[in-house]
C-alpha cells in the first residue's frame, strides 16, 4: 500500500519509514556510463598530471614533465569531450560558458575545466612542436598559425590515448626525445601555460566531487567533507599510474611516490567517508557500488603497495600502474552508482531527514 | 518584480479526477509518459518528471475493520484514501536554479523557477539537485523539463491550466502571502473539526528551501505522499564544500610537490634545468 | 459521484465546507468515499433494503413530517379492498398472472365509491404486455383517481400509510446487517442524520446514479428513495430532492427530445398500433385528465404542427396518423434478438459503441453480423463498426470474416466542440454552445447528417400515399457555411415553438389545442422567449442571487426546482425562514420567492378545485405535484409500474444468495431472454462472487472517447479488476498479477488491483466477496491501450419499467492468471455452463 514499511538496518537499530510505494523522492541523476564516471577518472588524472608536469619542469625531470603535460591534455580534452556528449543536447556545449554562475560548480567547473583543457593542450603542444623538425619555423611563426597548431595538437590529443601512447611509447628508455633546447616563443608559451596549471591541475582534480556533492543524493551531498579527498587521492594514483607506466622508471620516482601517497590518501578519505555517513553510507558498501567500492579499494591498496616497492622493477610497475588505473576508475564508476542507488531507493532520503526533524521537536513542520 | 504568485494545494479536497494532469499536458502539449499498469492505487504516472508537471498521489490506508458478527478475524480495509496533487515547488532557494550552468533556469518576475528550454543544454545537473525530484531530462529530447508556472498564461493575466482545471478548488493559485493566511484558516478549521493530522508543508520562509512558492495541506506525513520531510536547498552547504575542495586542492599540490622535494631528483647534478632558462 | 461527476462534486465539497454530512453507500471505497464524512460499503443490489430500513425507522418511530405528508402525499388514500402485499403472498402483490409473468394493476388502485376510471387508464399488466408492453408506462402521466377516499387520521388499515408501514415491518437494522453487510450501528448513524437533518429548519437529499439504476428492480430503487424523501419532507424544497446524475453529456436532452423508442417530445407516449387508432382515441387512453398533463391536446396538436405545419389541420387530426407506431417492445436489446433472428435488416449506431458498451457483446455482435446493413457515425473507428474483421468471435472461431453479409458504413461525425447547439444537463439546464473549431474532413454534425439525409430521401419520394409523412414535413431549416450546415438556432426555435403571431412562445401555458400554435417540446417552451436564445445566457453567479437564473435555462419556465410550491406549507407561507424558496404573498395575490414558482401564480393555497375540473383547473391550491393527475407525492403508486406500487426487496437476477425476505428471490416481472444467446449463471458454487461494474474518472463509457487519447489512456492503461487481500491471497493472487473472470457468457482477463477499498461482506453468515471491473476496454477503437470487454460478461436481463439492464449485480467466478485463447477458451467456458 501506499506507506511502504521497509526494516533498514541502520548501525544496529531498524529504521521503520514509509514512503510512497518504494519509490524515489528525488530524482537519480541521469549522468549516462562510461561517460560520466570516465570523465571523473580523465579530469583527476589530468590535473594531478598537470602538478606533477609542473613539479618535474620545475626540478628538472623533463621525460617525466613531458609524458604528464601530455597527459594532462589527453586527459583534460578527452575529458571534455566526454561531457560535451554526455549532453542531452551536446550541441550546445558552448552555453556552458555564457555565464559563470558561483552556485554551481557545473558553471565554475566548466571553466576550470576549459582553462584546464586550453592550458595543458597549450603546454603539451609546445612541448610537441619542439619535437618536430619544423618545430623552430613553427615556434616563430606564433600567432593565428599557432593558435592553429595548438588546435592541431588538441586534436591529437583528443585521438585518444593511442595515439599519444604510442609516441610516449616510441620514447621509453633510450630517451630519443631530448628536451628541446631553443625553446623559443611556443616553448616560453607553453612553460607559461604549464606553470597555469599548477591552478587549474588541483582544482580539475577536486572540483568533481563539489560538482557531485551540491546535489540532493544523499550519498553525494552528506560526503562532501570527504569526496574532495577521496577524488584528490584517486587522481594522484591514477595520475601518478600513467606516468609511471609512461616514464622510463629512472625518471619515474617521483610519479610512484604520488601514485603510492595518493593510494593512501583515496584509501583512508573511503573508509573515513563511509564511516561517517553510517546509514547513507551504506549504498557505498551493498550491490554493484559495492563490489565496484570493494575492488576499488583492493585495486588501489595494492597497487599503492606495488607503488612503493616497485623501484625499477618493469613488471612491478606495471602491474602497479595497471592496478592503479583500474582501481581510479573503479573508483568513479563506483561513486556514480553509489549516487545512483541512495538517490533511487527513499529510505536514504527519508530517515536522515526524519531523524532531522525527530531531534529536533518544533522544527521543521507544523506536526 | 510583480507579486510572487504561488499555489497552494490543498489536499483535504482533492478527489483525485487527475483534470489537473491533463489540463497541464494539454495546455503545454507535453508528450505522454507511456501506457504501463503500475498496480500503485489509481496512479498510474507515478511520480512528476520531464513529461508530467502535475501528478496525483493516491494513497490507501487501512486499518482493521470486524466484519459484522465474523468470527474470523479482523480485515485490513480501506478507510482513507489520500489524493494529492504534486507540483514544482518553485523554491525561494531553488537548488535547480543555483545549480544549472547556463543560466536555462531563471527567476521570473513572478518569483517563479522556469526552464528556458532554448537555452538548456540538458546538462541534467539540475535533475539529481532538486530536492523534491522534481525536474528531469526527457530522452530523446534531450533538455529538462518541469512546471513553469504557466508562465505564459500568467503573463496573458491568466490563472495556471491546472488550477483552472481543479473542480474542488484543491488547487488555489494566488499572491503566495494571501494564500498562506487562507491556508493557515483552513488547517485550523481542519484541526477544529477533529483533522489533528492537518498540517502545511512547505510554507514556512524558514524551512530547508526558505519556503516553497508552490505549498500543500497534507493529512499526513509528507513522505507518505512521496515528499521530503526535510529538504535543504543543497546550495546551502555550497561554501563549505569549497573549503573542503580546496582544501583537498592544496593538500594535493604539496602533496605532489613533496613526492618531488623528497625524490632525489633535484640533488642529481646535470640534469637540472632552471625553469625558463 | 466524484468519480463520474467531478465537476458537480465541487458542489458537494462546497455544501460539506458548510457543514453538509455526506454518507457514501457504495460496494467499493471510491473517490467519493474519500472525500465523504462516512462511507457504508453495500453489497450491490441489496439498496432497497437498506433504504426500506429507513423507512421503517421513520415510521415506526414517528419522524415523519407529518403536515406536509398529510399534505402533499397521498399517505392518507385508501387503496382498494382487492389489493395485496408482498407480505402476504410471499413475494408477489395482487395481479399477478404467472402464465404472461406479468402484473394486472388493477388490484392496485385506490378505493373508491365512485366509478373506476376506464381500464386503458390503469397503466400496465396484461393489456399492455399483450399489446403495447410496458413501453409507455409513465408517459404523459399514469392516472389515478382525482379524488379518492382518505383518511386523514392515518389510521385506516389499507390507507396507504398503514399498508407503508406493515410493508416495510421487516426492513428493520438486523436484516440491513443480514442482507446488505451494513453493520447496525453504521445504520443507526446514518438513520439518525438522515432524521435529524430533515423537517421544516432542514432537508437531506439523495444522489444516485448508474449504481442504483441498472438493477432489475433500478426504478423501484429511486421510488423507494422517493417515498424516504415524501415522508421526511424533502421534496420541492431546497437542499431536498432525489439527484438522478445523468450520463453522456445531454442524456437529459435525449430523452426529453427523445432518442428512446417509446416517447415522443416531452415525454408524450408514443402511439401504439392497436391501442390509438386516431387522436381522440390516443388522448383517451393514454395519461389522466387532471393535473397538467390534462393539457396534452395542446401539446401533443402543437407538436403535430411544429412537424407537419400546414398540412396538419383539424380535418386530418393534425396527421396523428403520420406519426409512427409501436406494435411492441423495440428496445435496444429486443432489437438485438431481433438482428439475430433475421427480423431487423438494418440499423443505425449513432454515438453509440453498443459492440463495448452494450451488456452481452457477443449477443450485440451476432446481431451486428447478421444485418443487410448497419450505419455507423462516430469520431473514430468504434468496435462496433469493426467487429467484422477484429472482434473477439474471429478469435474463438465462433465468426469468420467471409461469413459476414453485414455492409457496413461509417460516417464520421463532428464532435461537440466541432458544432453548435444546446447540452442539456442533469438538473435539466440548457446551455447553449459555440462551435469552436471546424470539423475535420469530412466530419458533419448529427444535425448536417439527418437533415441531409432527409433532404435526400424527400428528392426520391413518389406521390404515394405512403409517402405522405416525410412529403409533408416542415423541413426547412436555413442553412450556411460551405457544407450547408443547418442552422442550429432554428431547430432551437422549432422547440421552443411559435404562436399566432408567428412570434416565439414564452411559456408552454400559451400552447393551444386548436392548431395555432407550434412547439417542438413543450417542456421546452420559453428557450427562445422573446425571441432570444435563453439557453446562451451566460451571467456569473457574482452578478445573481444564489438561483442564478440568468445562467442558461431550465425546462420548465426557467424552474430550478421542481413542485417547489411543497417548500411553502399549506398555507403558503415558508416552512421556516431558513428554508425560505417560493411563497404566496397575500397582498399581491400572487406566488413569489427565489425561483420561478411551479404552480400557477395567481392559484391562492385556499383554492379548492370545483366539481369537474379538469387540468390544471382541478388541483387545489395546496397541490405541489402537479403533473401527477391529484397533484399528490405518491408513496405508493396506484398505477403506471410494471413490478407492484411498492419496492420489496428481490435479489439480483444472479445473486449468490437466497431472498430470505420472500419466497420469490428475483423480481418476478423482470425481463428475461431465454435463448442460447442469452444464458444465465446458475445459482450454486460454480459462481460464488459477487460481480460489479462501473467507470472511472479517466476514461468515458465504452472508451471511443478516452482510449484514443493519450493524456487518458495514460491514466488507466489497462482493465483491471478491484478484489480484496483475502480474496487475492485465497486465490494466490498478488497485486498486478493477471486474474481471468468467467461468467456463463465469457471470460475475460484483466489485471489485478488488490485493495482494501473493496470489502468482503458478511451476508447471510457468509462471507461474500465482491469484484469490481470498470467497463472502459475493448480490443480496438483506435484506441492507444486496449482491453477485454467486459460487457461480454453481463447477463441479458432487464428492469420491467424502463429495460435497462442489470449491470451491476451479478455473480462470477475467479482464476488466477490469464484467460485461454482460441477455441480453448470456449471450452472453459462449456465446462462452466454445462459442468
Ligand atoms: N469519468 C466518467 N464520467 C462519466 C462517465 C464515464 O464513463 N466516465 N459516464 C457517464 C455516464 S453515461 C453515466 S450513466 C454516469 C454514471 O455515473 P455513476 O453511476 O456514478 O457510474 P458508475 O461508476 O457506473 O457506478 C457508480 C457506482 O455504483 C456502484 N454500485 C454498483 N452496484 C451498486 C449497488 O447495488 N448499490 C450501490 N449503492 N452502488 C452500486 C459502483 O461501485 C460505482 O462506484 O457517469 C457519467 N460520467
Ligand atoms: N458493464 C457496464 N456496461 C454499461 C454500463 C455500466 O455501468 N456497466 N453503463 C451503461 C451506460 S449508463 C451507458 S450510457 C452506456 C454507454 O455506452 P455507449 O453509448 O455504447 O458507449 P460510448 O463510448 O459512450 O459511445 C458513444 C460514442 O459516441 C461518439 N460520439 C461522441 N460525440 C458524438 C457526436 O457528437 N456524434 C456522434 N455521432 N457520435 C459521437 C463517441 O466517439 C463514442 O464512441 O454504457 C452502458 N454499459
Ligand atoms: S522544486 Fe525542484 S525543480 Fe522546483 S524550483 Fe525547487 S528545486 Fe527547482
Ligand atoms: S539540464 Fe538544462 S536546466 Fe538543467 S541544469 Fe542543465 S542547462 Fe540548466
Ligand atoms: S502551473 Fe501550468 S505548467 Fe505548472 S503544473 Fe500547472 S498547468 Fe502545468
Ligand atoms: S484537479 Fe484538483 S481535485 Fe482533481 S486531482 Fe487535481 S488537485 Fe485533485
Ligand atoms: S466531462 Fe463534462 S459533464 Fe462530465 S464532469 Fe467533466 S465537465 Fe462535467
Ligand atoms: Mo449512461
Keep these: 500500500m501506499g506507506q511502504v514499511k521497509a526494516g533498514t538496518a541502520v548501525e544496529g537499530r531498524d529504521a521503520e519509514f514509509r514512503s510512497y510505494y518504494g519509490r524515489p523522492v528525488i530524482k537519480p541523476p541521469v549522468w549516462h556510463e562510461p561517460h560520466m564516471p570516465t570523465y571523473l577518472y580523465l579530469g583527476g588524472m589530468s590535473g594531478v598530471s598537470s602538478s606533477i608536469a609542473v613539479m618535474a619542469r620545475l626540478t628538472g625531470n623533463p621525460r617525466l614533465a613531458r609524458t604528464a603535460r601530455l597527459a594532462a591534455a589527453a586527459g583534460a580534452s578527452v575529458g571534455a569531450a566526454l561531457l560535451a556528449a554526455e549532453l542531452g543536447r551536446p550541441e550546445r556545449f558552448l552555453n556552458m560558458l555564457r555565464v559563470f554562475k558561483p552556485t554551481s560548480p557545473m558553471s565554475v567547473g566548466s571553466w576550470i575545466l576549459a582553462a584546464q583543457s586550453g592550458l595543458s593542450a597549450a603546454a603539451a603542444s609546445a612541448d610537441l612542436a619542439g619535437l618536430l623538425p619544423a618545430a623552430g619555423g613553427a615556434a616563430r611563426l606564433g600567432g593565428r598559425r599557432g593558435a592553429a597548431r595548438l588546435r592541431g595538437g588538441l586534436g591529437a590529443a583528443l585521438l585518444g590515448g593511442r595515439r599519444s601512447a604510442a609516441l610516449l611509447g616510441g620514447g621509453g628508455d633510450t630517451g630519443i626525445l631530448g628536451v628541446a633546447e631553443d625553446r623559443g616563443f611556443l616553448g616560453v608559451a607553453g612553460d607559461a601555460a604549464l606553470l597555469a596549471t599548477a591552478l587549474t591541475g588541483p582544482l580539475t582534480a577536486t572540483y568533481t566531487a563539489v560538482l557531485i556533492a551540491d546535489t540532493a543524493v544523499p550519498a553525494w551531498h552528506e560526503a562532501y567533507r570527504e569526496l574532495p579527498f577521496l577524488f584528490a587521492g584517486s587522481a594522484m594514483a591514477a595520475a601518478g599510474a600513467v606516468a609511471m607506466l609512461a616514464t622510463p622508471r629512472a625518471q619515474a620516482g617521483p610519479a610512484r611516490a604520488v601514485a603510492a601517497v595518493g593510494a593512501v590518501v583515496e584509501t583512508a578519505a573511503g573508509t573515513l567517508m563511509e564511516r561517517r555517513l553510517g546509514m547513507v553510507g551504506r549504498p557505498y558498501r551493498e550491490g554493484r557500488a559495492g563490489r565496484l567500492m570493494g575492488t576499488a579499494r583492493m585495486l588501489t591498496a595494492g597497487g599503492g603497495l606495488l607503488a612503493a616497492v616497485a623501484g625499477r622493477s618493469r613488471v612491478l610497475t606495471a602491474l602497479s600502474g595497471l592496478a592503479l588505473t583500474a582501481g581510479s576508475l573503479c573508483t568513479r564508476f563506483g561513486v556514480l552508482e553509489a549516487g545512483r542507488a541512495s538517490a533511487a531507493d527513499p529510505a536514504y532520503t527519508i530517515v536522515p531527514q526524519r531523524d532531522r526533524l525527530d531531534a529536533v521537536p518544533g522544527e521543521g513542520l507544523q506536526g | 518584480m510583480a507579486e510572487r504568485m504561488g499555489f497552494f494545494t490543498d489536499t483535504s479536497v482533492c478527489i483525485g479526477c487527475k483534470a489537473c494532469e491533463v489540463a497541464c499536458k494539454e495546455w503545454n502539449q507535453l508528450p505522454d509518459d507511456g501506457f504501463v499498469f503500475e498496480a500503485t492505487s489509481y496512479d498510474n504516472t507515478g511520480m512528476l518528471g520531464a513529461s508530467t508537471w502535475r501528478h496525483v498521489a493516491f494513497i490507501e490506508q487501512s486499518r482493521p475493520v470486524q466484519l459484522p458478527s465474523a468470527d474470523d478475524g479482523a480485515e485490513d480495509s480501506v478507510d482513507r484514501w489520500l489524493m494529492a496533487s504534486d507540483v514544482c515547488k518553485h523554491c525561494t532557494h531553488a537548488a535547480c536554479l543555483d545549480v544549472c550552468p547556463t543560466g536555462a533556469l531563471f527567476r521570473t518576475e513572478f518569483d517563479t523557477v522556469v526552464v528556458q528550454s532554448d537555452i538548456c543544454n540538458g546538462c541534467g545537473y539540475c535533475v539529481p539537485a532538486c530536492p523534491y525530484g522534481v525536474i528531469d531530462r526527457r530522452e530523446g529530447d534531450g533538455r529538462a523539463w518541469k512546471c513553469t508556472m504557466c508562465y505564459d498564461r500568467q503573463l496573458g493575466g491568466l490563472e495556471p491550466a491546472c488550477a483552472k482545471a481543479c473542480p474542488t478548488d484543491s488547487i488555489q493559485f494566488g499572491p503566495l502571502d494571501e494564500l498562506r493566511e487562507r491556508a493557515e484558516e483552513r488547517v485550523a478549521r481542519l484541526r477544529a473539526d477533529g483533522h489533528e493530522e492537518a498540517r502545511l508543508y512547505g510554507e514556512s520562509p524558514s524551512d530547508g528551501v526558505g519556503g516553497a512558492g508552490a505549498f500543500f495541506l497534507l493529512l499526513d506525513e509528507p513522505e507518505v505522499y512521496g515528499l521530503p520531510p526535510d529538504p535543504v536547498v543543497t546550495t546551502r552547504d555550497l561554501p563549505a564544500m569549497w573549503r573542503w575542495a580546496g582544501a583537498a586542492a592544496l593538500s594535493l599540490a604539496g602533496t605532489v610537490a613533496l613526492a618531488f622535494l623528497k625524490d632525489g631528483s633535484l640533488r642529481r647534478g646535470g640534469r637540472h634545468h632552471r625553469w625558463g632558462r | 459521484m466524484a468519480e463520474c461527476h467531478p465537476v458537480g462534486f465541487q458542489w458537494v465539497m462546497e455544501a460539506k465546507a458548510r457543514g453538509a454530512r455526506v454518507f457514501h453507500v457504495d460496494p467499493r471505497f471510491t473517490r467519493t468515499s474519500a472525500l465523504a464524512d462516512r462511507y457504508l460499503p453495500i453489497r450491490a443490489g441489496s439498496d432497497i433494503v437498506l433504504l426500506g430500513a429507513l423507512i421503517n425507522h421513520v415510521l415506526e418511530n414517528g419522524l415523519d413530517f407529518r403536515e406536509y405528508v398529510l399534505a402533499y402525499t397521498n399517505a392518507a388514500t385508501i387503496v382498494s379492498e382487492d389489493f395485496r402485499d408482498t407480505e402476504d403472498l410471499d413475494g408477489l402483490f395482487s395481479g399477478w398472472d404467472p402464465d404472461t409473468a406479468t402484473y394486472d394493476p388493477r388490484s392496485w388502485a385506490y378505493a373508491s365509491t365512485e366509478e373506476q376510471p376506464p381500464a386503458e387508464h390503469v397503466e400496465g399488466g396484461r393489456r399492455h404486455a399483450e399489446a403495447a408492453g410496458p413501453e409507455t408506462y409513465g408517459a404523459g402521466g399514469a392516472a389515478a383517481h382525482p379524488s379518492p377516499q382518505t383518511d386523514p387520521t392515518l389510521t385506516h388499515p389499507r390507507c396507504v400509510y398503514q399498508i407503508l408501514r406493515r410493508h416495510f415491518a421487516r426492513y428493520t437494522p438486523e436484516l440491513v446487517e443480514r442482507l446488505c453487510g451494513i453493520p447496525a450501528a453504521a445504520f443507526a448513524e446514518l438513520a439518525e442524520a438522515v432524521t435529524a437533518n430533515s423537517g421544516r429548519e432542514r432537508t437531506t437529499a439523495w444522489v444516485y446514479s448508474v449504481g442504483w439504476t441498472q438493477h432489475t428492480v433500478g426504478a423501484q430503487y429511486i421510488r423507494t428513495a422517493s417515498i424516504l424523501q415524501l415522508l421526511l419532507g424533502n421534496m420541492g424544497r431546497p437542499g431536498g430532492g432525489i439527484m438522478a446524475l445523468r450520463g453522456h453529456a445531454s442524456i437529459q436532452g435525449s430523452t426529453d ?579
Design chain 3, 257 to 835: 427530445i427523445p432518442t428512446l423508442f417509446n416517447i415522443l417530445p416531452g415525454y408524450l407516449a408514443m402511439p401504439h398500433a392497436h391501442r390509438h387508432d386516431n387522436l381522440e382515441h390516443y388522448l383517451e387512453r393514454e395519461g389522466g385528465e387532471t393535473g397538467f398533463w390534462g393539457n396534452r391536446r395542446s401539446y401533443l396538436v402543437s407538436l403535430l404542427k411544429a412537424w407537419w405545419g400546414e398540412a396538419a389541420t383539424e380535418d386530418n387530426d393534425y396527421c396523428f396518423g403520420h406519426l409512427p407506431r409501436l406494435t411492441g417492445d423495440h428496445g435496444h436489446y429486443t432489437t438485438v434478438m431481433g438482428q439475430i433472428d433475421g427480423t431487423v435488416k438494418g440499423y443505425f449506431v449513432i454515438g453509440e459503441n453498443p459492440a463495448v458498451g452494450s451488456s452481452g457483446g457477443r449477443a450485440q455482435r451476432l446481431g451486428l453480423a447478421n444485418l443487410d446493413w448497419l450505419v455507423v457515425r462516430d469520431l473514430t473507428l468504434v468496435e462496433t463498426a469493426t467487429f467484422w474483421r477484429d472482434g473477439p468471435e474471429l478469435e474463438t472461431g465462433e465468426m469468420r470474416t467471409e461469413d459476414i453479409g453485414t455492409e457496413v458504413f461509417f460516417l464520421p461525425a463532428a464532435s461537440h466542440v466541432e458544432k453548435e447547439g444546446t447540452f442539456t444537463n442533469t438538473q435539466r439546464l440548457l446551455q447553449w454552445r459555440e462551435k469552436a473549431l471546424d470539423p475535420p474532413g469530412d466530419c458533419r454534425s448529427d444535425l448536417w447528417f439527418y437533415y441531409h439525409l432527409g433532404k435526400l430521401v424527400r428528392r426520391r419520394l413518389s406521390d404515394d400515399e405512403i409517402d405522405r409523412p416525410p412529403r409533408e414535413l416542415t423541413w426547412d431549416y436555413p442553412e450556411h457555411g460551405a457544407h450547408r450546415e443547418p442552422s442550429a438556432e432554428a431547430v432551437l426555435r422549432e422547440i421552443n415553438g411559435v404562436g399566432p403571431d408567428g412570434r416565439a412562445l414564452s411559456s408552454s401555458t400559451q400552447l393551444r389545442a386548436d392548431g395555432s400554435t407550434t412547439c417542438g417540446c413543450w417542456i421546452y417552451c420559453g428557450v427562445y422567449a422573446d425571441e432570444v436564445n435563453q439557453a446562451a445566457r451566460r451571467r456569473p453567479r457574482s452578478e445573481q442571487d444564489v438561483v442564478a437564473p440568468e445562467w442558461g435555462w431550465a425546462w420548465p419556465a426557467n424552474r430550478r426546482i421542481l413542485y417547489n410550491r411543497a417548500s411553502a406549507d399549506p398555507e403558503g407561507r415558508p416552512w421556516s425562514e431558513r428554508k425560505a424558496y417560493v411563497w404566496w404573498d397575500p397582498e399581491r395575490g400572487e406566488w413569489t420567492g427565489h425561483d420561478v414558482p411551479d404552480c400557477e401564480i395567481g392559484k391562492p393555497p385556499d383554492y379548492l378545485p370545483p366539481e369537474g375540473a379538469r387540468a390544471q383547473d382541478a388541483l387545489a391550491g395546496t397541490d405541489p405535484f402537479i403533473m401527477q393527475s391529484d397533484g399528490k407525492g405518491w408513496l405508493y403508486v396506484p398505477s403506471g409500474l410494471a413490478d407492484g406500487p411498492l419496492p420489496a426487496h428481490y435479489e439480483p437476477h444472479e445473486s449468490p444468495v437466497a431472498n430470505i425476505l420472500y419466497g420469490q428471490r428475483a423480481n418476478p416481472a423482470r425481463r428475461t431472454y431465454d435463448r442460447p444467446e442469452s444464458p444465465y449463471n446458475r445459482p450454486g458454487p460454480l459462481f460464488p462472487y459477487v460481480l460489479t461494474t462501473y467507470r472511472l474518472t479517466e476514461h468515458h463509457t465504452a472508451g471511443g472517447m478516452s482510449r484514443p487519447l493519450a493524456y487518458l489512456a495514460e491514466l488507466q492503461p489497462e482493465l483491471f479488476c478491484e478484489m480484496d487481500p483475502r480474496l487475492a491471497a485465497r486465490l494466490g493472487l498478488g497485486n498486478g498479477d493477471w486474474a481471468t473472470i468467467v461468467t456463463s457468457r465469457t471470460v475475460v482477463e484483466a489485471r489485478v488491483l488488490v485493495t482494501g477499498r473493496v470489502r468482503p461482506l458478511r451476508v447471510e453468515g457468509r462471507v461474500i466477496h465482491q469484484i469490481g471491473l470498470p467497463y472502459h476496454w475493448g480490443w480496438g477503437g483506435g484506441g492507444l491501450v486496449t482491453g477485454d470487454v467486459v460487457n461480454d460478461l453481463m447477463p441479458l436481463v432487464l428492469d420491467p419499467n424502463v429495460y435497462i439492464q442489470e449491470g451491476k449485480a451479478m455473480t462470477c467466478d475467479v482464476r488466477p492468471g490469464r484467460r485461454p485463447r482460441g477455441r480453448a477458451l470456449l471450452d472453459l467456458l462449456e465446462t462452466y455452463r454445462h459442468g
